[in-house]
């Protein structure tokens, strides 16, 4: 079966149709990180950034209301593992709601904890799919130089190795985020992480303007053609099979892989030229809940709350379903609000018709 713990043609349903459940939510499960990237958007000067994070019983009150068309929480930070009891959270999400997968985004330097999270759930539920976004940036001194962190870089590699050896449904993939900090050198980069340090398994993002500085237009070209350069390379060693992202015996997979190449092309056309293309389905199928229980349609709509949980008994779905969201969702798509942030674009494209053609081809391998 293709979705597993809920109806399938609910979901489905959903997607395409109503877009009135979440399909997927990113849960900053904490603003705590013991590393200082110079593009994160965090704000670690305000004392305030790290107070209120939901405790374990409000999380498990939010996770019985989340609708039942949820696949996949990404669980970030922060540093999600900076929160000690990010198994028993996790533990809320399966026994909870209808996810079949978890994704976690992490810097990679508490080794021993992601191992023993990876351990933990996958003996708790057997078919969950767990994926771990490893963070790495640049060669081994300059990683952690911009990370802040002492020995970052090989605590990475180190996480990603240990994660390999753990069977097939867990997956670690090393992401490149391309700044004006890397992009000179991404295929110095590319090389040492693909044949140098055996990284077989690795996807790429593309940074954000955020706040009031925006990248000047010489910086933000050569930004552009680092990523053009990366996401070919990766599409190329994805086609030969030097490179794998996802189980591409399962249908899953060669959707997630399809999907990975129509979200790079998508964002190419709209980095250097802000544009619409295709309708965004935040605030629809797409949501973010912050480590303090506010609920927002994206990152990006920072003035767009929906709600706070707290307010509202821990009910995601009674925020999900109030005006002030179905005005967001008019806005959103009035508006024709786009961006190049991924995370929104993924759910974009599965909820959109036009798509649903080349993911269909995808799934028996005829694209």
């Not at 039942?68 to 929160?83: D, M």
């Not at 955020?210 to 996401?231: H, Q, S």
């Not at 609920?295 to 109030?322: A, S, T």
């Not at 179905?326 to 599965?350: G, H, M």
Request: aromatic letters at 10%.
């Amino acid at each position: 079966m293709l979705i597993k713990n809920s109806s399938t043609t609910h979901v489905i349903k959903n997607i395409l149709l109503s877009k009135n459940e979440p399909v997927s939510v990113v849960h900053f499960v904490t603003n705590r990180c013991n590393a200082r990237c110079s593009f994160c958007f965090i704000d670690f000067d305000d004392p305030k950034t790290f107070a209120g994070e939901l405790t374990i019983e409000e999380i498990d009150t939010l996770t019985k209301n989340l609708g039942k068309s949820l696949l996949n929480v990404n669980i970030t930070g922060g540093e999600p593992f900076a929160r000690k009891d990010i198994i028993e959270i996790a533990k809320k999400y399966l026994i909870n709601t209808t996810i079949q997968s978890i994704y976690i985004t992490t810097n990679a330097s508490l080794p021993d904890r992601v191992k023993n999270f990876a351990e933990e759930i996958s003996k708790f539920r057997k078919d969950i799919e767990l994926t771990f976004q490893i963070s790495i940036d640049d060669l081994p001194e300059q990683h952690n130089k911009v990370r802040k962190v002492k020995n970052l870089f090989n605590n990475c590699i180190e996480t990603y190795q240990l994660l390999k050896k753990m069977g097939s449904n867990i997956n670690p993939v090393v992401s490149v985020t391309v700044t004006h900090e890397n992009c000179d050198n991404i295929e110095k980069i590319f090389n040492y992480l693909h044949h140098d340090c055996g990284i077989d398994s690795l996807k790429c993002t593309i940074v954000r303007d955020e706040g009031v500085y925006k990248t000047p237009y010489e910086k933000k070209k050569k930004i552009y053609d680092a990523y053009d350069w990366l996401t070919n390379k990766i599409k190329e060693k994805i086609s030969t099979n030097e490179i794998k992202n996802y189980n591409s015996n399962s249908v899953q997979g060669r959707m997630h892989k399809k999907k990975d190449i129509l979200s790079w092309e998508m964002i190419k056309k709209m980095y250097m030229n802000p544009k619409y293309i295709s309708p965004c389905h935040a605030g629809s199928l797409f949501g973010i809940i912050t480590s303090n229980g506010k609920v927002y349609p994206c990152e990006i709509l920072e003035d767009k709350l929906l709600g706070n949980l707290r307010d509202n008994d821990m009910n995601f779905m009674k925020i999900w379903n109030e005006k002030r969201t179905k005005e967001t969702r008019d806005f959103i798509l009035k508006t024709k609000c786009n961006c190049t942030y991924e995370c929104a674009i993924s759910y974009n494209i599965l909820g959109n018709w036009r798509y649903q053609p080349q993911l269909g081809l995808s799934m028996f391998n005829l694209d």
